[in-house]
């Protein structure tokens, strides 16, 4: 029985050991083997590898992967032009010799975000230091970027090399502090109102300019409609009095009644009209004391008061 113990007890210890001396490395990490506080390995190529058990060695792991590093921090920077503002910004690095990463940047991948994180701070505030808000606007930023990746590239490729690569570097948001926003929102407001004013200005001058010139030609259009009436009644009055005179001189003595009788319907068309006239001694009412001729036809009786 004890020996059966034994052989167990011998088998776990083994499996312990043999377990403590295999390790396995993944495509996404680098495998850093350390002997007495050393490094002994570094083990780029994904599989199960072999090392001594601890306390003789031991192994940990850094990403190989591209990483992000966001900016953390608000503090306002100083323009050209002596203006408070606030950046975000980005920075996509690598690491790609972890043995000068560990020897001059650390253990693990906080460590080389906190150092760049600094670098790429300064970088920014020296290239902002040097240009306008204008600038760090417009495509003056593109330019900047670039700068920056180059300072911050020098910086970890120096004397002593970080072991990374800077593959790009972002400005994300250029911003006033909050005290100037406030300001600048305000100016930006009263601007656009004045555009806003200066439109419906516009615009009301414009419909004033198109109301008057359709007042315009509409009073074209009336005068014309009315000089062109005026000449077709004008036309047809002449013809009408063609046809009037030729047909009254035909016959004076109908025409001369004719008129007559015309000129009593326009003289009594009301019926409060009221004349008082003598009608043997006004020519007005000779047709009704004469008739149509001379002496031939019946007069018509003669009221003292004519009244319709």
Do not use: C, H
Request: cysteine-free; proline content about 4%; aromatic content about 8%.
């Amino acid at each position: 029985m004890n020996r059966i113990g034994l052989i167990v007890t011998s088998l776990l210890v083994a499996l312990a050991l043999l377990s403590s001396m295999l390790f396995v490395v993944d495509q996404r990490q680098f495998g850093i083997v350390y002997a007495l506080g050393q490094v002994k390995e570094v083990i780029s190529e994904p599989g199960l590898k072999f090392k001594l058990p601890p306390p003789f060695q031991n192994v940990s792991y850094i990403d190989k992967r591209l990483l992000m590093l966001d900016s953390v921090d608000a503090e306002p920077m100083l323009t050209l032009e002596k203006q408070r503002v606030v950046i975000d910004w980005y920075v996509r690095w690598r690491i790609t010799d972890p043995l000068a990463y560990i020897r001059n940047v650390g253990l693990d991948e906080s460590a080389g975000a906190n150092q760049l994180n600094r670098v790429v701070r300064n970088a920014f505030q020296e290239e902002i230091n040097r240009r306008s808000v204008r600038e760090l606007l417009s495509t003056g930023r593109e330019v900047m970027m670039a700068d920056v990746k180059r300072e911050v590239t020098d910086v970890v490729k120096g004397a002593k090399p970080w072991g990374i690569d800077i593959v790009d570097v972002r400005l994300t948001r250029v911003d006033y502090v909050e005290a100037i926003t406030e300001s600048v929102y305000r100016r930006m407001e009263a601007e656009r109102r004045r555009v806003a004013n200066e439109l419906r200005s516009t615009g009301a001058a414009e419909g004033e300019k198109i109301r008057a010139d359709a007042d315009r030609q509409r009073e074209v259009t009336v005068a014309n409609a009315y000089r062109d009436a005026q000449t077709v009644m004008g036309q047809g009055d002449a013809q009408a009095a063609a046809i009037y005179g030729e047909a009254f001189g035909r016959d004076p003595q109908f025409a001369q009644f004719y008129r007559s009788l015309e000129a009593y319907k326009k003289s009594f068309n009301k019926k409060g009209d009221v004349m008082v006239l003598d009608p043997a001694g006004v020519e007005f009412f000779r047709t009704y004391r004469g008739g149509l001729s001379g002496g031939g036809a019946a007069a018509a009786p003669a009221p003292a008061a004519p009244r319709r």
